[in-house]
């Protein structure tokens, strides 16, 4: 099969926060490149710079505390960074849209979900009322809330959480977006209703055209759903790669760490590996690896020179200067 371009690229982007005078690094010039019709899965510990990304490419990042430092972000020929507010704002929603942890936040308290859906659609497509109102019931009966109308005329408290977040994900492609971001879209849920969201963007991707950029802590949650993964670490990729690769033969040490970190349901009972050591200060600027510090591997080198995150094996990434011995932790 012959791969398409991406549709939307990611280059260099580096993101800084002032705080209390200082820098924060939330970004160190990360590369991500999403494909049609693919889920790729970003994965790595709170703070490591997830939401940030899913923040630059929505254009919603604070303007007054964020600072991208450099960079490109690419929807298809379209330059996002340079686009003003109010491009963005007809960009968001139409051609990129996203879905979020809390959907509680999202949400309006004071609308009905049908309301909700039919005035994004009416913005955006220019819909009728009553063409809104026929799409709004086939969006819901699509995310699994029935085409009674019930869920239409509910407002939001009305709903379980599950029901909330399946809402949020009919209104994010209500527009037919070419790329859909999930930030966390199952953490505050059971591992139930965790399983069915997960089935329900996996049905979404097959069904339509378009790039899904699933955002996780979780890396068993990742393996679930994405084709593709890319590891972060302290604003820094670390390691991307087909799904199967990474979780096979992982060539980052720190996701080799992490997989071993994951509950295995064969092995009842025992302890989880932890990864030793603390997360690299957002504000330190290491001349080496940002993963040295706690990586079991590292050497002399890797304080001093920065790995640059080159393909080492078909269509597979590692940022790592022994890339070669890391599968083997
Ligand atoms: N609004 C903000 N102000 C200052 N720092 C921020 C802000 N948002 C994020 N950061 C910092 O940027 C880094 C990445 O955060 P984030 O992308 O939210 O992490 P996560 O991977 O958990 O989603 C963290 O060090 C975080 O403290
Ligand atoms: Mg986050």
């Known amino acids: 099969m012959e791969s398409e371009a991406p549709i939307i690229r990611v280059e260099n982007l580096a993101v800084e926060f002032v705080d209390a005078g200082a820098k924060a690094h939330a970004l160190r010039g990360i590369n991500l490149a999403l494909r049609v019709d693919e889920i790729h899965g970003l994965v790595g510990e709170s703070g490591s710079g997830k939401t940030v990304t899913a923040m630059a490419i929505m254009g919603l990042l604070p303007s007054s505390s964020?600072?991208?430092?450099?960079?490109?972000?690419?929807?298809?020929?379209?330059?996002l960074l340079s686009k003003t507010e109010e491009e963005m704002r007809a960009v968001r929603g139409s051609k990129v849209s996203m879905v979020f942890q809390e959907p509680a936040k999202f949400l309006n308290p004071a609308f009905t979900i049908g309301a909700q859906i039919a005035e994004t659609v009416r913005q955006h497509l220019g819909m009728s009322r009553a063409q809104a109102k026929t799409r709004a019931r086939e969006l819901l009966a699509q995310v699994g809330l029935g085409s009674d109308g019930r869920v239409a005329r509910s407002f939001p408290h009305e709903l379980s959480s599950g029901m909330k977040q399946r809402a949020m994900i009919a209104i994010a492609i209500s527009c037919e977006p070419e790329v859909l971001i999930a930030d966390e879209p199952t953490t505050s849920l059971d591992?139930?209703?965790?399983?069915?969201?997960?089935?329900?963007?996996?049905?979404?991707?097959?069904?339509?055209?378009?790039?899904?950029?699933?955002?996780?802590?979780?890396?068993?949650?990742?393996?679930?759903?994405?084709?593709?993964?890319?590891?972060?670490?302290?604003?820094?990729?670390?390691?991307?790669?087909?799904?199967?690769?990474?979780?096979?033969?992982?060539?980052?040490?720190?996701?080799?760490?992490?997989?071993?970190?994951?509950?295995?349901?064969?092995?009842?009972?025992?302890?989880?590996?932890?990864?030793?050591?603390?997360?690299?200060d957002p504000k330190d600027e290491p001349r080496g690896c940002v993963f040295a510090p706690r990586c079991p591997l590292a050497k002399e080198r890797c304080f001093i020179e920065k790995p640059e995150c080159g393909t080492h094996e078909l269509d597979h990434a590692s940022a790592c200067h022994y890339w070669e011995e890391s599968w083997k932790l």
């Open 66 to 79: 964020a600072k991208i430092v450099s960079g490109n972000i690419q929807l298809k020929e379209e330059s």
């Open 191 to 280: 591992v139930t209703l965790q399983a069915q969201i997960l089935g329900l963007l996996k049905s979404i991707k097959e069904s339509r055209r378009m790039g899904m950029l699933f955002i996780s802590h979780d890396l068993g949650v990742v393996r679930e759903v994405a084709d593709r993964v890319s590891v972060i670490y302290a604003g820094t990729i670390v390691e991307n790669g087909p799904r199967d690769r990474i979780f096979e033969k992982p060539l980052h040490p720190y996701t080799a760490l992490l997989l071993r970190s994951i509950p295995d349901p064969r092995k009842k009972g025992k302890r989880l590996a932890a990864i030793q050591g603390q997360v690299l």
